[in-house]
């Protein structure tokens, strides 16, 4: 099982900002700070954008990979994953890939795969 704490959420809508901060072993406000700079402390709502956390993974190339299986992601990666109740609403949630678990805001702790009812859709791998 992963190590490391879980980052849960803080703010409104920040699973973006969780994301990476599970999938870097990072604390909530770094990777708020990767995110979004110093103009974060004054937000609200934490929606993020592909490039947004592209950039905060040190990926330049901010484009998502699609993928079928957990398997092809790579360590360190945020993944966009379809919960039950966002199909067909044109909403998705982040969470991050990490030692081979998915470190998703909405629970206690990292589930496997194999155990996580989110449908995978597509990733973004971290170059640090």
Same mark, same amino acid.
């Given at each position: 099982m992963g190590s490391? @704490?879980?980052? $849960?959420? @803080? $703010? $409104?809508? *920040?699973?973006?900002v969780c994301a990476v901060?599970?999938? @870097?072993?990072?604390? =909530?406000q770094i990777a708020a700070d990767r995110i979004f700079g110093s103009a974060f402390r004054n937000k609200l709502a934490f929606s993020t954008k592909t490039k947004q956390i592209?950039?905060?993974?040190?990926?330049?190339?901010?484009?998502?990979? +699609?993928?079928?299986? =957990?398997?092809?992601?790579? *360590? +360190?990666?945020?993944?966009k994953v379809l919960p039950l109740e966002c199909e067909g609403t044109g909403?998705?949630? =982040?969470?991050?890939?990490r030692d081979g678990m998915v470190w998703d805001n909405n629970n206690a702790r990292p589930r496997s795969p194999h155990r996580y009812n989110c449908r995978l859709v597509s990733y973004l791998g971290s170059a640090s």
């Open positions: 490391g @704490l879980m980052i $849960r959420s @803080l $703010r $409104r809508n *920040d699973c973006g901060a599970n999938a @870097l072993s990072c604390s =909530w592209a950039i905060a993974l040190h990926n330049y190339a901010p484009k998502l990979i +699609r993928v079928k299986s =957990w398997d092809d992601i790579p *360590d +360190r990666s945020v993944v909403n998705w949630h =982040w969470v991050g890939w």
